[in-house]
């Protein structure tokens, strides 16, 4: 999986942070808070991630509501799972992993450890 352009990302943690369906002029309007965007810009990018499965979309009249589709989570995860994959000894990635990681993370790890334990018995 690809990383998220910077324009991609803005548009994709809105959604998140807002969760909430939301229109390209609500977007556009929020991101021209703190730097001009043009609309047309936003739009064609909201398409492309429509159309790269990030983004579901629903007609209200004349606009489209946008909502992620998948969750700013699955996002990481992902970003995650891909950088494993550059490396030839996956175990020692994890492990260089989980020497930087913090108390409450590894306690987190390890609670997702048996939880997924839990799924994989018979």
């Known amino acids: 999986m690809r990383r998220l352009g910077h324009l991609e990302a803005e548009i994709m943690d809105r959604l998140w942070t807002w969760d909430r369906p939301s229109t390209v002029r609500q977007i556009v309007d929020d991101i021209n808070e703190t730097r001009p965007v043009a609309y047309t810009t936003v739009m064609t990018v909201t398409n492309i991630l429509f159309t790269k499965g990030w983004l579901l979309r629903e007609r209200q009249g004349r606009a489209w509501l946008y909502t992620p589709a998948r969750s700013r989570e699955a996002y990481a995860a992902a970003l995650m799972e891909d950088g494993l994959g550059t490396s030839r000894d996956r175990p020692a990635a994890l492990m260089h ?10 306690d987190a790890l390890h609670k997702a450890l048996r939880s997924v334990g839990r799924r994989a018995e018979p």
Not at 97 to 106: K, Q, W
Request: aromatic share 10%; charged share 30%; hydrophobic share 40%.
């Open 97 to 106: 992993f989980v020497e930087n990681m913090t108390p409450e993370e590894i």
